[in-house]
């Protein structure tokens, strides 16, 4: 079976679609919130800690919802493979 053999159904679509945005949201929070940090950071050297603090806990995070996010769409990639060529 080749690659263009494979398809997605709009359904799955739909669904890796809202995960992509959930994961987009999240990053989204987490890069606001060391950017805030880094900024305090500039004018206030006590919250260098913090702002430590939160990149380390926050870059795992991010590197696991994409990574997730990957295994996502590749298994939906790889799951279906397409009825369009005929059946056996």
Do not use: C, W
Not at 30 to 41: N, P, W, Y
Not at 49 to 76: C, D, G, H, R
Request: proline share 3%; no cysteine; glycine share 2%.
């Amino acid at each position: 079976m080749s690659e263009t053999d494979r398809s997605i159904s709009q359904e799955e679509i739909v669904q890796l679609q809202k995960k992509f945005s959930e994961i987009k949201h999240s990053i989204n929070n987490a890069l606001a919130v060391m950017m805030a940090l880094s900024e305090m950071s500039q004018r206030r050297p006590d919250y260098a800690e913090k702002l430590a603090t939160t990149v380390l806990a926050k870059a795992p995070q991010i590197v696991s919802s994409l990574q997730e996010f990957t295994q996502a769409l590749n298994e939906q990639a790889d799951a279906k493979p397409s009825v369009a060529g005929g059946s056996k």
